[in-house]
């Protein structure tokens, strides 16, 4: 069988190889961590930085294509695998993804519209900044996760003040709008540019942190479905993406769709789609990278997914001591699928694994899913 390689080993490069390796690939995985999620149950796990050449090399050398798993893998290393291996999404996308100013130009550049908002790279940009953007939200361009990087800032003092903690890094400021809800599309794209979508996903996030992801007839008014999809087929084009992409949006207080950020890879709000859909992100991921067919994705099960912090880990004791949180209890319930990344360590904030809950209806996804999460400790919803 052929090798696919994947540059980064967390949970999502763990999850793509579980899915070549059952359709009978080998793996090997670039990552500096000896006890990363994907490098502990690849065939190939090499050890070193995303931009040792050497490491680069030997990933080129081993694999038939080269996918990448997290979107701070450093563009440059992809452009150097691309050289030697078909490599997917390609090192333009990724780099356009990883820069907050560059990616909402590509919104505006696709007619999607985008939170309005200003960069600031210098401190005649801060004086610029006009007044409508405040009350805002200051976001480092680059590298921010998972709510990471990113100050409320009610004022221009305090907008000043936030940009000077930060060092003066290139920063966007965006205005701080209504949310009434926040969804995401993810899409594959294949080398021919034929795509294939799965149905929006409504998420809720607390602390900046995706928690809740329920994905069912109904959970977003139909014209928002439509319109959703097409912007994130719009975005995709416009990047000639190949491999799987999402896109996230918040839906405001009057019924507009605005694009939010998107991701060059599978995505957190995707995970329903192992057991709810009859082709997962990750298999689409497999395929695309793999140049198989594209089939549009059917969701045969109402679902819901909820996410899994170490915060768990450390709600049932005073202490500081981990403990395993009730999962026997939890699987007892019908229709709930656990996924742990076999972290070692469970850490507040840290994403251990998540939860699906599916059945026959949207009614009772939710009532299950209410219970697990009563038993884990977490807030309804
Ligand atoms: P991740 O990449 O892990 O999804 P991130 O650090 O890139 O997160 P964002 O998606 O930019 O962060 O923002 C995190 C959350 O903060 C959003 O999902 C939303 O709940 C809230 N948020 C971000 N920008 C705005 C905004 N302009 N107005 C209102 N809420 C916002
Ligand atoms: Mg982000
Ligand atoms: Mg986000």
Same mark, same amino acid.
């Given at each position: 069988g052929a090798t696919l390689g994947v540059m980064g080993g967390g949970q999502l490069g763990r999850m793509f190889v579980h899915a070549a390796q059952r359709m009978g690939y080998f793996t090997a995985v670039l990552d =500096?961590?000896?006890?990363?999620p994907a490098g502990l149950v690849s065939h190939h796990h090499i050890q070193t930085g995303y931009l040792d050449p050497e490491g680069l090399a030997r990933l080129a050398e081993c694999s038939a294509a080269v996918t990448t798993e997290f979107e701070n893998v450093p563009a440059p290393a992809l452009a150097a695998l691309a050289l030697q291996r078909p490599v997917a999404p390609g090192a333009e996308a990724v780099a356009i993804a990883q820069d907050r100013a560059r990616e909402k130009a590509h919104f505006v550049r696709c007619g999607v519209p985008c939170a309005p908002y200003a960069v600031i790279e210098t401190p005649e940009q801060l004086a610029a900044v006009?007044?409508?953007?405040? =009350?805002g939200i200051l976001k480092t361009a680059r590298l921010g996760y998972d709510g990471k990087g990113q100050q409320r800032v009610a004022t221009r003092a305090e907008l000043a003040a936030a940009w000077a903690g930060l060092k003066g890094v290139p920063c966007v400021l965006e205005k701080r709008l209504p949310l009434a809800a926040e969804c995401s599309v993810i899409v594959a794209r294949g080398w021919d540019g034929a795509m294939v979508h799965f149905p929006p996903q409504l998420n809720l996030h607390r602390d900046g942190i995706l928690a809740v992801t329920q994905v069912h007839e109904g959970n977003l008014p139909k014209v928002l479905v439509q319109r959703s999809i097409d912007a994130t087929k719009s975005i995709a084009n416009g990047l000639q993406y190949v491999g799987v992409l999402c896109v996230e949006f918040f839906v405001l207080e009057d019924g507009s769709l605005v694009v939010n950020e998107m991701a060059p890879r599978p995505h957190n709000s995707g995970h329903y789609t192992q057991d709810a859909c009859d082709v997962s992100q990750f298999e689409l991921q497999v395929r695309a990278l793999a140049g198989l067919p594209l089939t549009p994705p059917r969701q045969h099960s109402p679902a819901i997914m909820l996410n899994l912090l170490g915060d768990l880990w450390f709600a049932s004791t005073a202490q500081d001591a981990a403990t395993e949180p009730p999962w026997a209890r939890v699987l007892a319930l019908p229709g709930t699928h656990l996924h742990l990344y076999g972290k070692h360590e469970a850490r507040r904030g840290r994403k251990m694994g998540h939860l699906n809950i599916t059945g026959a209806s949207a009614a009772q996804v939710r009532a299950t899913a209410l219970e697990a999460a009563q038993l884990l400790g977490l807030e309804a919803f």
């Open positions: =500096p961590d000896a006890a990363s006009p007044d409508e953007l405040l =009350p």
